[in-house]
């Protein structure tokens, strides 16, 4: 006996429906797998953007409703109205932004995301036939924490917002996650008449906010990336609770992928750090330490001319860069002087921290918008063992990231964080504004190092005078 | 206790669905270089704006008679998703954009 759809109950609809979603859920992997290498890169993108639009087509057209009914005419127009709306302003948002606010951007969006899960969460709540009641109070708890979370993230690394540092935070934060665990038991626990259970509901809403805000609220800037990368999983895991509600696979997978993923970068972030996620959400960078009283040096400067003539007859030559260059605007000065190195001869590479710039990678973003080749750019442990044969090493707009003191000195709050190690190289040049203090308050023993010679000021300046002084050789 | 198994039971394909997914994304990311860490969570970002399938299922079934509270909430989920969507995938595509660029030289 064969079965036929209409014994089952389903239209032909339906099983394309659920077809396109497996499609969209294979091209969501494809197109993540494929990210994973610069060549393919874009293509993945692109399949994956593929595979949410046709999600999105076959839902508007196929979905049927809990009546059995598909999605009307003017419900139909409603949201075609809505998503090219979202879509002309997301473009134009995207297109416009700088690279070097990269981060704010990706935490504005991400915070759109988490907000639009919770709206879900929210609706869905008060609906009858929704069975799943601690899946929706759990994506809407972790939908709006993922949104007040990010739009402070955003916040904090547009230097619209400082950070608080007080100590009541974390008792405050606790007591939050004990009333949230509390409230979301006593909905479920107790028989609650409708206006009461939208009351909580928004009562649970409001605290899931302020939590969000409380919790970003005391991270120092140095460890937002993990933050956004932490956040950008919660989003993840939000849209997936959705995803129960709705029996869809597509937003299931979609979502516990992206919150899977996003939680191993975490990870390997904190891991770049020598940090664990425990101690980047509760403890925050502190100045100073035993490791101020120490000895220091004398700090020694260089003429531009010196270390012109020091660059040219150089073999090898590695650049170190920080968030410092990009904030100058210096990478592509910092570019056409590699161009003018390498033709005189000069072996010249990029040695990328994994956690250069505001979040992992935002370094080679930022070169590679002015054209710095990627096979350029090599990572920290891969230029570490050549360092010691390296001529000169030119550190420009960096500091953490090339602080011995991680290496030997267990005082300092950023001791075993892995760096690059520049003091190892036979000379060393740091580019800076001034003497200050790298984004963890910390002294850089590397300036003070016999090798190491200042060339002060801002860093396009100063490359730019250094590739006209070069010329001039 | 008895709860707990007949919740897993009722749910098993998604719980199913769930572990593997986390598992793939481990797989997945694990061996990315860092030099695509930045485009990849952007990228992984649009991905999560999955949410809009939720949003258009909610605002599509919602009733039209009258301007509800959920009609408002169900335009912003639409409009916040696709925000979510739209531009994290552009965002994406220029950045990548600019690493592809380098091939040719």
């Known amino acids: ?473 | 206790m008895e709860d707990f198994l007949v919740y897993f039971y009722q749910n098993k394909e998604a719980i199913f669905i769930i572990t593997l997914s986390i598992f793939l994304g481990v797989e997945v990311i694990s061996n990315v270089p860092s030099v695509l860490h930045t485009p990849l969570m952007s990228g992984a970002n649009a991905i999560s704006g999955v949410i809009i399938i939720g949003g258009i299922i909610l605002l599509g079934h919602s009733s039209l008679e009258g301007i509800s509270l959920n009609l408002i909430l169900g335009v912003f989920a639409v409009i916040l998703g696709t925000l979510n969507v739209v531009g994290g995938f552009v965002v994406t595509d220029r950045m990548l954009e600019m690493f592809k660029k380098k091939k040719k030289n």
């Open chain 1, 1 to 473: 006996m064969n079965t036929s759809l209409q014994d089952l109950g389903v239209s032909t609809g339906d099983v394309f429906l659920e077809i396109s979603y497996l499609v969209a859920a294979v091209l969501f992997v494809i197109g993540l797998k494929l990210m994973s290498h610069p060549e393919s890169a874009r293509k993945g993108n692109f399949w994956a953007a593929g595979g949410m639009g046709l999600a999105m087509i076959t839902t508007l057209l196929l979905h049927r409703g809990d009546d059995g009914s598909l999605i009307s005419l003017n419900n139909g127009i409603i949201i075609v109205v809505a998503i090219i709306f979202g879509s002309i302003l997301g473009t134009i948002i995207a297109r416009r932004i700088k690279m070097t606010a990269m981060p704010q951007l990706v935490s504005f969006f991400n915070a759109t995301g988490g907000a639009a899960s919770a709206l879900v969460a929210l609706m869905e709540y008060s609906n009858p036939n929704n069975t799943s009641a601690l899946v929706t109070l759990l994506g809407l708890v972790i939908g709006a924490i993922a949104f007040s979370g990010s739009m402070i993230a955003y916040g904090k690394l547009d230097g619209k917002i400082g950070d608080i540092f007080a100590g009541w935070v974390k008792y405050f934060n606790m007591v939050l996650m004990v009333i949230t665990i509390a409230l979301i038991y006593f909905m479920l626990a107790y028989d609650l008449d409708a206006s009461t259970q939208s009351a909580l509901a928004y009562a649970l809403l409001a605290i899931a906010l302020i939590y969000g805000i409380m919790f970003v609220m005391p991270i120092g800037g140095a460890d937002m990336p993990v933050v956004i990368s932490l956040l950008n999983s919660l989003t993840g895991i939000a849209a997936a609770m959705a995803g129960f509600i709705y029996h869809n696979q597509a937003m299931i997978l979609g979502g516990i992928f992206v919150g899977s993923a996003g939680s191993i970068l975490t990870i390997l972030m904190t891991k770049a750090m020598n940090r664990s996620l425990l101690n980047v959400i509760i403890g925050s960078f502190g100045g100073g330490g035993a490791a101020a009283d120490k000895e220091h040096g004398n700090i020694k400067e260089i003429t531009l001319s010196d270390a012109s003539v020091l660059l040219s007859y150089s073999q090898t030559v590695v650049i170190v860069p920080g968030y410092g260059l990009a904030v100058a605007q210096a990478q592509y000065a910092c570019n056409d002087l590699v161009k003018l190195l390498e033709d005189k001869g000069v072996d010249v590479k990029f040695a990328i921290h994994p956690v250069a710039g505001r979040m992992p990678g935002h370094m080679n973003v930022l070169l590679a918008e002015a054209d710095v080749p990627y096979t350029k750019l090599v990572e920290m442990d891969t230029i570490n063992p050549s360092l010691p044969n390296t001529d000169v090493t030119i550190v420009i707009g960096a500091n953490d990231v090339v602080n011995p003191a991680a290496l030997d000195d267990p005082s300092s709050p950023i001791y075993g964080m892995p760096i690059i190690n520049a003091h190892e190289s036979k000379n060393i040049i740091v580019m800076k504004r001034g003497m200050g203090k790298g984004y963890a308050g910390i002294e850089n023993f590397l300036f003070f190092n016999d090798k190491t010679r200042m060339l002060f000021g801002n860093a396009k300046d100063s490359i730019q005078a250094l590739v006209n002084e070069i010329k001039q050789l």
